[in-house]
C-alpha cells in the first residue's frame, strides 16, 4: 500500500485529512507543497490535482482530490476505525454537515487567511508578475485579481469573522446534543473575534504603510 499526501501546514483542508489518516492509524508520505512559490500551479501538480488546490492524496499511484472526498474515500478503503456513521440516515447526517463545512467556514477563512498568510506578498508583486501567477489558477482568479487591485473590504473581512464565529456556536449545540458540556457560553467566548489580534484587511495595510 502506498499514501502520498501532498498538501500545506497552513491549509485547512490539508488539516482535515491529516487528521483522517492521524484517526485511521494510516502511515503516509508527506509531500509539503510550498505555496508561496506556487508550487502548486507547476505543471507536474496540476497533472495530480487540476484544480491546483491542496490536499491531494495518491493512493497507489492512482489520484484522490478535494479534502471532502478524501475523507469519505479513506473511510471506504479502510473502513476500520470507522470516521462516519454507517447507517444511510446517519451518512446523510454527516455529508449535510461536509456540505455546510464546504459552503460556509471553508470559504469564509479565505479572507482572514489571505490577508494574514498572502497579502504583504501580493501588494508587493509588480502587476505583470501578478497577473502571469493568477493565470495559471484554474480556481479562485477572480478572487486573487479582486484583492490584489480592490484590497479586502472591512466589511467582508467581518462578515468572514462572524460566519465563523456562528460556525463554532453551531458545531458545539450539535455536540452538546451527544455529549453536554458545563459552561454553555464557553464556545460563544472562545469563537468571539478579539481585535488586538485580527490581522489587518489588505487595503487598510496599503493605507498605513
Not at 10 to 33: N, P, W
Not at 114 to 119: D, E, G, Q, V, Y
Not at 175 to 191: K, M, V, Y
Request: aromatic share 8%; glycine share 4%; charged share 25%.
Amino acid at each position: 500500500m502506498s499514501l502520498i499526501l501532498y498538501h500545506s501546514p497552513f491549509s485547512t483542508c490539508s488539516q482535515k485529512v491529516r487528521l483522517a489518516l492521524a484517526e485511521k492509524g494510516l502511515d503516509y508520505d508527506s509531500r509539503i507543497i510550498e505555496l508561496s512559490r506556487q508550487e502548486h500551479l507547476e505543471d507536474w501538480y496540476l497533472a495530480i490535482n487540476p484544480n491546483g488546490v491542496v490536499p491531494s492524496l495518491v493512493h497507489n499511484g492512482r489520484p484522490v482530490v478535494d479534502s471532502s472526498v478524501i475523507c469519505e474515500y479513506l473511510d471506504d478503503v479502510f473502513p476500520e476505525p470507522a470516521l462516519g456513521p454507517r447507517d444511510p440516515l446517519g451518512r446523510a447526517a454527516m455529508r449535510t454537515w461536509m456540505r455546510y463545512f464546504e459552503e460556509v467556514p471553508t470559504t469564509a477563512i479565505r479572507v482572514p487567511s489571505f490577508n494574514k498568510l498572502f497579502a504583504a506578498e501580493i501588494a508587493g508583486m509588480d502587476a505583470a508578475k501578478f497577473d502571469a501567477m493568477t493565470s495559471k489558477m484554474p480556481l479562485r482568479k477572480q478572487f486573487y485579481r479582486q484583492m490584489f487591485s480592490e484590497g479586502c473590504p472591512e466589511q467582508q473581512y467581518r462578515d468572514s469573522l462572524e460566519k465563523l464565529r456562528q460556525c463554532l456556536v453551531r458545531v458545539e449545540r450539535q455536540l452538546a446534543e451527544f455529549a453536554p458540556r458545563s459552561g454553555p457560553r464557553a464556545i460563544e467566548e472562545a469563537a468571539e473575534p478579539q481585535a488586538e489580534e485580527e490581522p489587518l484587511p489588505l487595503a487598510e495595510r496599503e493605507a498605513a504603510a
